[in-house]
């Protein structure tokens, strides 16, 4: 496989937009159609539209594209330029005034890092038109372009983390996994090596730095799943994200997983739901790995 991204998995494509100044971005996955998408959220402060909407049951199952975004509730607005450039195409849900684009965000908080200006819905729109099947850029673009994580033992001891990604193949199917990494906690590979610092196992008697964060996955695979099935590859989802974040899933994150189904490839669950467990901690690892400085945070190597 020589791309190891989520671009691998056919049809998936990936656009950003970035402000360095700014430090804040937009990335956008358009999916190939007809897809299934879920979603679950076990940080404590998600922000987040058109998510119920994934919920087993409801009358809605393909979407066109998963929008993620710095800029906290205020990013929200970029799913608007998205879905007036998917009606230009005429992709959307079908009714009788023509097709409603179905756009599922999330948003992460960067507001702490660089000029504080959050992305708008034309900022959506560039992401999106810069979607592409190539290899995703990684690090601190689109939405990483603000994200940090480590920041638990205080503001002194954050750093940089970004975009991440990883492929993987399942038999004759493709899994593929994209981060936005804004975390709390530390970095911990599935060694135990401290990729961030702190000693493994240190449990904070009080939050020092930032209380707003919030990492944000994207999964998606060319099997044929169904909805309850996506279920329990989000539950792997959240364990690789709880084995290498320390601390996870706190009440300052929003930490959310999006799964998709867009294909129809045969492949067995369990080897599908390890193969998840580990592209979702490489893609993490990733996300700090290929970050640079931005707005005077620095990446990790470059104390």
């Known amino acids: 496989?020589?791309?190891?991204t989520i671009t691998a998995v056919p049809g998936v494509e990936v656009g950003h937009w970035t402000d360095l100044?700014?430090?804040?971005?937009v990335t956008v996955v358009s999916l190939p159609e007809p897809n299934r998408v879920v979603c679950e959220a076990r940080g404590g402060a998600p922000g987040t539209r058109e998510t119920a909407?994934?919920?087993p049951g409801m009358k809605v199952e393909t979407v066109q594209a998963i929008v993620l975004s710095g800029g906290s509730a205020f990013g929200l607005a970029s799913a608007d330029g998205v879905?007036?450039?998917l009606a230009a195409e005429g992709r959307g849900h079908p009714t009788p005034a023509g097709p409603v684009p179905i756009?599922?965000?999330?948003?992460?908080y960067d507001l702490i890092v660089g000029a504080a200006q959050p992305p708008d819905a034309d900022a959506g729109a560039a992401a999106y038109r810069a979607c592409?099947?190539?290899?995703?850029v990684l690090g601190s673009v689109g939405a990483g372009t603000g994200a940090t994580v480590a920041k638990w033992r205080g503001f002194e001891e954050m750093r940089k983390a970004?975009?991440?990604s990883a492929a993987i193949s399942v038999g004759d199917a493709t899994l593929g996994v994209l981060v936005a990494l804004n975390a709390v906690g530390d970095v911990i590979d599935l060694d135990g090596k401290q990729i961030t610092g702190g000693p493994a196992g240190e449990r904070p008697p009080a939050f020092q730095g930032s209380r707003e964060n919030t990492t944000l996955i994207v999964v998606a695979t060319d099997a044929d799943l169904t909805k309850?099935?996506?279920l329990r590859l989000s539950v792997r989802s959240h364990d690789a994200l709880a084995a290498t974040l320390r601390p996870a899933h706190t009440r300052y994150d929003g930490d959310i997983v999006f799964v998709v189904s867009c294909g129809e490839e045969a492949a067995d669950q369990d080897l599908l739901g390890e193969s998840t467990f580990d592209g979702v901690a490489r893609a993490i690892i990733s996300a700090v790995v290929a970050a640079r400085p931005v707005a005077g945070v620095p990446a990790v190597g470059d104390d």
Not at 21 to 25: K, P, Q
Request: glycine share 10%.
């Open 228 to 230: 309850s099935d996506l």
């Open 132 to 136: 592409s099947p190539e290899p995703v």
């Open 103 to 108: 756009v599922p965000t999330a948003i992460l």
């Open 53 to 55: 909407l994934l919920a």
């Open 21 to 25: 100044d700014a430090a804040t971005g």
């Open 83 to 85: 879905m007036r450039e």
């Open 162 to 164: 970004g975009i991440g």
């Open 1 to 4: 496989m020589t791309n190891s």
